[in-house]
């Protein structure tokens, strides 16, 4: 089973940018956060979230095609492989989501891009940023309008799950890690 520390140290490998390693680590804590709903691993689910954008880097045009197989030879054993296959779904692969782990991820990836967004707004950053504030960007399709709205509430859809219960769990999962994740708001400014 993967782990946080594997997944780090086969993300250092290939991920450099700040903006990247940011997502990713917005990406891990929402799918701890849904890994705590669902009764599952919570780190083994973080580690998927750190890792899903391995490629991405350095091959943004192909993104998820040069995953697996490098994966495979690092010893990332095939469920966690197809489950971070699994979040390029109908964009740039072809595995569908089927596990609840894969449709978290599938999610989540383009709802933090979101979070992140109307946190960044906000003087307190993510600290006191409510369901309803998210739910009202959300609907403003200018706001963060490089996030796929559509095919967050197709995560949603799949998951049997309201869009205002998976971004809830996601802010709160989130929130506890707001110092790393930047997302501080003015109180960062002063530090």
């Not at 993967?2 to 700040?18: G, I, K, S, V």
């Not at 769990?169 to 003015?186: F, R, S, V, W, Y």
């Amino acid at each position: 089973m993967l782990t946080l520390e594997r997944a780090r140290e086969l993300n250092a490998t290939m991920m450099t940018e700040d903006h990247l390693l940011l997502h990713v680590l917005n990406v891990c804590y929402a799918m701890g956060a849904m890994a705590q709903h669902f009764g599952e691993d919570e780190e083994h689910w973080q580690a998927i979230g750190l890792l899903h954008d391995y490629d991405y880097e350095k091959y943004p045009e192909e993104h998820l095609q040069h995953t697996a197989e490098p994966l495979r030879e690092a010893g990332v054993e095939e469920e966690d492989i197809r489950a971070i296959m699994s979040h390029g779904y109908g964009i740039c692969s072809d595995v569908k989501p089927v596990s609840n782990m894969e449709k978290s991820l599938f999610t989540v990836d383009e709802l933090t891009g979101i979070i992140q967004a109307c946190a960044r707004m906000r003087p307190n950053g993510i600290q006191d940023l409510e369901v309803k504030s998210f739910m009202k960007k959300f609907k403003d399709k200018r706001f963060a309008a490089k996030c796929d709205r559509d095919l967050i509430l197709k995560g949603c859809e799949m998951l049997e799950m309201e869009l205002r219960d998976v971004a809830e769990i996601c802010i709160e999962g989130m929130k506890e890690h707001a110092e790393e994740l930047q997302l501080m708001g003015d109180a960062e400014q002063g530090s």
